[in-house]
């Protein structure tokens, strides 16, 4: 089965930097790539998805990713974050070859102080 | 728009007692999901539905049970809580379609004392 490893567990930025949140899925195959957001006190929701074409693909707000096959990774970025950015994003791998089922990273909470 | 919704929002039982969570989504989805969420760990699959009365074991099923006699209700199911299984229950639904995400309820805060 697939794991999802997510570099950071918690990251605190100020406002404007630029964001870079790592994902890494463990093996190859069909794969269909998500990130998930989740604000505080708020449903689970897509941020944005990757299953074909253009591997850079953007998101709501602002938010995109790139996946690069040979390094099993789907990087999510952000050039500017705002303080509203403070949530926790997970990343999420469907694997097609492998059940069908998503299997999710532990989670980066990110904290962007005003 | 999809809405998931879960029967509670809060709940609080007692070890050994038997806990009912209840999912239901309005948009004809054939998968329903049911995660446990926990700090550091992500969300980790329990079990899903691909179908009615159909079921598969996730990730981590053990000590939970679930139940689909609607397309439209997913229940998850402790038969006897333990304090090990205090977490936040995430249900989700989805069609099946390549590329298709899930869509996910507000989740069911549960503590076994």
């Known amino acids: 089965a697939q794991s999802v490893s997510q570099h950071n567990h918690h990251v605190i930025l100020s406002e404007a930097a630029s964001l870079e949140l790592g994902c890494n899925y463990s093996?190859?195959?069909?794969?269909?790539l998500f990130w998930y957001v989740q604000y505080p006190g708020q449903h689970l929701q897509l941020l944005l998805k990757?299953?074909?074409?253009d591997p850079l693909v953007k998101g709501i707000k602002g938010f995109e990713a790139e996946f690069i096959k040979s390094k099993f990774s789907f990087n999510l970025r952000k050039p500017s974050v705002q303080w509203s950015d403070t949530a926790e994003y997970f990343c999420?791998?469907?694997?097609w070859g492998a059940g069908n089922m998503l299997t999710f990273g532990g989670g980066t909470r990110l904290m962007v102080k005003p | 728009d999809v809405k998931v919704t879960q029967s509670s929002r809060y709940l609080v039982k007692r070890t050994g007692e038997k806990v009912f969570l209840e999912c239901v989504q309005d948009?004809?989805?054939?998968?329903m999901f049911w995660y446990r969420q926990d700090p550091g760990l992500g969300l980790r699959l329990i079990y899903f539905?691909?179908?009615?009365?159909?079921?598969e074991k996730g990730d981590i099923p053990e000590g939970y049970s679930v139940s689909r006699e609607k397309k439209e209700r997913f229940s998850l199911i402790l038969e006897s809580a333990s304090t090990n299984q205090t977490s936040m229950y995430l249900c989700?639904?989805?069609?099946?379609?390549?590329?298709?995400?899930?869509?996910f309820g507000p989740g069911t805060r549960l503590l076994v004392l």
């Open positions: 989700a639904s989805g069609p099946f379609r390549n590329g298709e995400t899930q869509y």
């Open positions: 948009m004809d989805h054939e998968n």
């Open positions: 539905s691909y179908d009615v009365k159909m079921k």
């Open positions: 093996y190859g195959g069909t794969v269909n």
């Open positions: 990757y299953f074909s074409g």
């Open positions: 999420a791998v469907r694997d």
